[in-house]
Structure formats: structure tokens, C-alpha cells
């Protein structure tokens, strides 16, 4: 139980890998506070810990502010905060891979010249926005008490860019690189901040981009398989290690400002 006590808030903790988080956090003692836009998603989780649900948009302030108004009133203030709401949409994304010259007679593409303008600040603004306001938010009740910690989701984008995804991976790497901003400008006031950039896990966000309806992987799935040395997709209970870790104040008291890869060995991979 070494977070008895401790108060932590999941941003996105409706999800697949931030559900794993929020439970993992509840098991070794934390009272935690599932924050999600879709509150149904958000009392499943909660409820099957007994943890504390509530809507969220973490685009909004007043939203946000309202949330931690009842954080404060039913379990105290935050002392670990996991930033994981995120996600990509389709009016970031490109059709292909490569852009051809014969592309711009192509109206049925979707190329980087047609890339929607409002897409790709919703993308930016929902990981990265997504990440610092919650932190303006709820690093308020954290400033100057002990051994508290902000854990930011990051990504393989950031290491390295996927193609069609241009919007997701700048949106990823400013998580990472605001990770590090972030831990030199709070290591003054008790507060360490550190990320996790999962790998590739199969998730409700991805599953219909990696899997075909009888099961089987897609042709973009097979590709990034191919590039993970450990050949295959990681599964949630994987990162809870590294979360762990990150979140005790005592295994990582001097550990600050670092970006840790989960991935099966894809960032070290140069393909040959």
C-alpha cells in the first residue's frame, strides 16, 4: 500500500490504458478520482474500485475547476495527477503514406494540403491543452506538500513520427517536451514530473485501425509489429510497472523531467 492516503486524479480514466492506471493506483492504496468527458465510461471504472467519478472536460477550465471543487470537498487535495486523456481524429489524419504528385487530381484522398485546419487544432489542443490545464488546475493543491508527482502520457510519436498522423505526433512530442519543462519549473516546490510513452497497445481509439472485423491485423498493424523487435502489441497491465515506480516518492524521489519508453524495444529499432 505505498500510496495509502494519497489523493489521485486520472484524467481520461474511462479508457483502456488510463482505467489500468486508475485501478493499479486504487490497489496499492490511493483514494483515486476518474476524470472523463463520458461519465458512463468513468463510473464503470470507478465503481469497480470504489473510486470517485466525475465528468470532466479537461478543454474547460470551469469544468475542470468544478471537478476539483469536489475532489476537495469528498477526499482532499490532489497529490498525484495522471494526465492521459488524449486522442487523434480523422480530419488530422491523411489518406496515404507518401504524398504523390498524382495525388493532387485525386478528390477522393485526403492529402497534407487537405488536412482540416480545426482538425488539427482540435488534436493539438486535446493532448497538449488536454495535458496543461488540467495541471493548472489541480498543481494548485499540490505546491509545497511532500512527495507529490505529475505523470504525463506521452507517446512513440514523439520519438519518432508515424506517417498520416501529423497533428498527433507534434501534439505528442510538446507533451514531452512540456513534460520537461514542467519538472524544471516546479522542482522548487516539491512537485516531480515525469511521462510515459507507451509503445502500441490495442485500444478502443485504435482497435478498427489494427484489427479487421474477423480479427486478423490490418496491413498498418502488420508494419508496426514488424518494427517491434518483441513482435507484438504490449497490453495495459505492462506500463502499471513503470507508473508504479514513477509515482513513489521513495523508488524515484530524484528522478525528474525523463520521458520512459514502454514499447517492446520499437524507439530502439532502426529497422535494419
Known sequence: MILKNKVAVVTGGGGVLCSAFAKCLAENGAKVVVLDLNIDNA???ADSFGGLAIEANVLDKDSLE???KIVNE???????LINGAGGNSPKGTTTKEYFELADFENSELTTFFDLDEKGIEFVFNLNFLGTLMPTQTFA???????DTTIIN?????????????????????AVSNFTQWLAVHFSKVGIRVNAIAPGFFVTDQN???LTNPDGSFTPRAEKILAATPMGRFGEAEELLGTLLY?????????????VIPVDGGFSAYSGV
Not at 75 to 80: K, N
Not at 140 to 146: A, E, F, L, N, R
Not at 153 to 173: D, Q, R, V
Open 43 to 45: 463510473r464503470k471504472v
Open 153 to 173: 502520457i506521452s507517446s512513440m510519436n514523439a520519438f519518432c513520427p508515424l506517417t498520416k498522423i501529423p497533428a498527433y505526433s507534434g501534439a505528442k512530442a
Open 74 to 80: 469528498k477526499l482532499g487535495t490532489c497529490d498525484i
Open 246 to 258: 514513477l509515482v513513489d516518492g521513495k523508488q524515484s524521489s530524484f528522478v525528474n523531467g525523463v
Open 66 to 68: 468544478a471537478a476539483r
Open 207 to 209: 482497435r478498427a485501425l
Open 140 to 146: 494548485k493543491d499540490m505546491v509545497g506538500k511532500s
